[in-house]
């Protein structure tokens, strides 16, 4: 699998494109008004404890109020879970009081009015390992199948532990695979330094006040991704290039030789043709190559996707038909979650199939294509209803809500009110202002399309209410008047 990381730079923002043998398979936005705080540390002060939410309201300096749940404060001590698990019926009220200081790690960024999860367990991440100050555990990333490598990596991160007086513990990464010994204990000692540091700078910091600020998305990203499969990086900046350069000398030696700086005319986006596929992903309807489409339709509750066969008609039976069709939406459904970063409840109504098989094969299918993805995603079987169910660890905005803001005309919905709704809307409302007040006149003022409809079709209607209410009635266009506005003026 050949990929390629595309950084683009402008003053204001910075996008990274990850490329998957020529396919956009994710990006990143960034902006230097709304940067991404998961894993930033706070200095933070408990403003409310909410004991029927078994949750607190903590201040940390943004513009709403974090939520902290009980089951995200760690111990006062670092405990080994294997000796005294947590049963997860703590009371919140036991945990934290209000106006106390509190050293919290963002989880999930605020997403649309709801303000940051917080959490006590900080986790530090370097390169190869993640540091766990408040547990003593050793754990090794799911990722990582080999046996073999697997227990080498937890016998090294278990001599860590006893080579700790802290009590701290270790996640070894992904990206572990395969490293050295010497190059895990490097990491091991940076990541020590780092957190004497943070715990060092959170002694003096005031309630409300950033205490450590997570990487930069362009570095972020090169840290966190499989270094293996990267076959190329390219930034369109020179200074940001010579940045790169410099964090991947020290952290990602192996990376170096793959950085190109991009000095072309044509933008780089353009190059790859993201910039047309990051149009296409805000769109509702995505077409399949066989003559099919998914319907994508976001809400605050859940994301649905609808299978349509549209105008595939296939060669063989109806059932083969839908099959092929479902499971090219299967790696369609994967490609575009990804895309759109679309999180928690995903509900997919693919075509209705009747052999077991075929529906195995499908889900089988989306979970092979879901593998890639690097938030946590769980799968469902088919339900009654032939849906399936799935979830994706939500962290931060989906790329819609990133993009685009909610519909000023509609306020979201996707429908307005027809012309003619406006109309007979308008005629309650005179009779309504001619019963109340006492006026020559009446003057409505509406948009073109409603007074044009009132004028003409409309207009014997329009005779018959003002010789019942026995005032002359006036219309004015208003250009800047969205098709449900009017008002009715008294003259």
Same mark, same amino acid.
């Given at each position: 699998?050949?990929?390629?990381?595309?950084?683009?730079?402008?003053?204001?923002?910075?996008?990274? %494109?990850?490329?998957?043998?020529?396919?956009?398979?994710?990006?990143?936005?960034?902006?230097?008004?709304?940067?991404?705080?998961?894993?930033?540390?706070?200095?933070?002060?408990?403003?409310?404890?909410?004991?029927?939410?078994?949750?607190?309201?903590?201040?940390?300096?943004?513009?709403?109020?974090?939520?902290?749940?009980?089951?995200?404060?760690?111990?006062?001590?670092?405990?080994?879970?294997?000796?005294?698990?947590?049963?997860?019926?703590?009371?919140?009220?036991?945990?934290?009081?209000?106006?106390?200081?509190?050293?919290?790690?963002?989880?999930?960024?605020?997403?649309?009015?709801?303000?940051?999860?917080?959490?006590?367990?900080?986790?530090?991440?370097?390169?190869?390992?993640?540091?766990?100050?408040?547990?003593?555990?050793?754990?090794?990333?799911?990722?990582?199948?080999?046996?073999?490598?697997?227990?080498?990596?937890?016998?090294?991160?278990?001599?860590?532990?006893?080579?700790?007086?802290?009590?701290?513990?270790?996640?070894?990464?992904?990206?572990?695979?395969?490293?050295?010994?010497?190059?895990?204990?490097?990491?091991?000692?940076?990541?020590?330094?780092?957190?004497?540091?943070?715990?060092?700078?959170?002694?003096?910091?005031?309630?409300?006040?950033?205490?450590?600020?997570?990487?930069?998305?362009?570095?972020?990203?090169?840290?966190?991704?499989?270094?293996?499969?990267?076959?190329?990086?390219?930034?369109?900046?020179?200074?940001?290039?010579?940045?790169?350069?410099?964090?991947?000398?020290?952290?990602?030696?192996?990376?170096?030789?793959?950085?190109?700086?991009?000095?072309?005319?044509?933008?780089?986006?353009?190059?790859?043709?993201?910039?047309?596929?990051?149009?296409? %992903?805000?769109?509702?309807?995505?077409?399949?190559?066989?003559?099919?489409?998914?319907?994508?339709?976001?809400?605050?509750?859940?994301?649905?996707?609808?299978?349509?066969?549209?105008?595939?008609?296939?060669?063989?039976?109806?059932?083969?038909?839908?099959?092929?069709?479902?499971?090219?939406?299967?790696?369609?459904?994967?490609?575009?979650?990804?895309?759109?970063?679309?999180?928690?409840?995903?509900?997919?109504?693919?075509?209705?199939?009747?052999?077991?098989?075929?529906?195995?094969?499908?889900?089988?299918?989306?979970?092979? %294509?879901?593998?890639?993805?690097?938030?946590?995603?769980?799968?469902?079987?088919?339900?009654?209803?032939?849906?399936?169910?799935?979830?994706?660890?939500?962290?931060?905005?989906?790329?819609?809500?990133?993009?685009?803001?909610?519909?000023?005309?509609?306020?979201?919905?996707?429908?307005?009110?027809? %012309?003619?709704?406006?109309?007979?809307?308008?005629?309650?409302?005179?009779?309504?202002?001619?019963?109340?007040?006492?006026?020559?006149?009446?003057?409505?003022?509406?948009?073109?399309?409603?007074?044009?409809?009132?004028?003409?079709?409309?207009?014997?209607?329009?005779?018959?209410?003002?010789?019942?209410?026995?005032?002359?009635?006036?219309?004015?266009?208003?250009?800047?008047?969205?098709?449900?506005?009017?008002?009715?003026?008294?003259?």
């Amino acid at each position: 699998m050949s990929q390629e990381i595309l950084i683009n730079i402008t003053p204001r923002e910075t996008r990274v %494109a990850l490329v998957e043998n020529g396919s956009l398979e994710e990006v990143n936005i960034e902006r230097e008004r709304r940067r991404g705080l998961v894993g930033n540390v706070y200095m933070g002060q408990v403003r409310r404890v909410l004991p029927g939410m078994q949750a607190a309201f903590v201040e940390v300096g943004l513009q709403r109020t974090a939520f902290l749940h009980a089951s995200d404060i760690a111990p006062p001590e670092p405990i080994d879970p294997a000796e005294t698990p947590l049963t997860g019926s703590e009371n919140i009220a036991d945990l934290v009081t209000e106006q106390q200081r509190i050293l919290v790690q963002v989880i999930r960024d605020p997403i649309g009015t709801k303000g940051a999860r917080l959490t006590t367990h900080i986790t530090i991440p370097s390169r190869y390992l993640v540091l766990l100050p408040s547990g003593k555990a050793v754990g090794v990333s799911t990722r990582i199948e080999d046996e073999e490598e697997r227990a080498r990596l937890k016998a090294i991160g278990k001599t860590f532990l006893d080579d700790d007086d802290e009590g701290h513990g270790y996640i070894l990464r992904t990206a572990a695979e395969g490293a050295a010994e010497s190059a895990l204990r490097a990491d091991r000692e940076f990541l020590i330094k780092l957190w004497e540091s943070i715990r060092a700078r959170a002694e003096q910091a005031q309630p409300g006040t950033l205490v450590h600020e997570d990487l930069p998305l362009m570095l972020r990203v090169l840290r966190d991704l499989p270094i293996s499969e990267i076959e190329r990086i390219r930034i369109d900046s020179r200074e940001n290039f010579q940045k790169v350069q410099g964090f991947c000398e020290t952290f990602l030696p192996e990376l170096v030789p793959r950085i190109e700086y991009y000095p072309g005319e044509r933008p780089l986006f353009d190059l790859y043709n993201v910039e047309d596929e990051l149009a296409r %992903a805000l769109e509702r309807k995505v077409l399949l190559k066989s003559g099919g489409h998914l319907v994508i339709d976001q809400t605050e509750a859940l994301t649905t996707v609808d299978v349509n066969t549209g105008g595939y008609v296939g060669h063989r039976t109806l059932e083969e038909t839908i099959f092929k069709t479902n499971l090219e939406a299967a790696h369609a459904i994967a490609r575009q979650v990804r895309l759109r970063n679309l999180g928690g409840i995903i509900i997919i109504d693919f075509i209705d199939m009747r052999t077991e098989e075929h529906k195995r094969q499908v889900l089988r299918a989306l979970e092979k %294509a879901l593998e890639r993805d690097h938030a946590k995603t769980q799968i469902s079987g088919v339900s009654a209803l032939g849906l399936v169910e799935m979830t994706r660890k939500r962290t931060r905005e989906s790329l819609e809500h990133t993009l685009s803001e909610v519909c000023p005309t509609c306020g979201g919905r996707g429908t307005l009110k027809s %012309a003619e709704t406006v109309c007979y809307e308008i005629f309650r409302e005179i009779l309504r202002e001619a019963r109340q007040f006492e006026a020559k006149s009446l003057l409505v003022l509406a948009s073109q399309e409603v007074v044009d409809l009132l004028l003409d079709e409309e207009s014997v209607s329009l005779a018959q209410l003002e010789e019942f209410i026995g005032r002359p009635i006036r219309f004015q266009a208003e250009p800047l008047y969205t098709q449900e506005q009017y008002d009715v003026v008294i003259l």
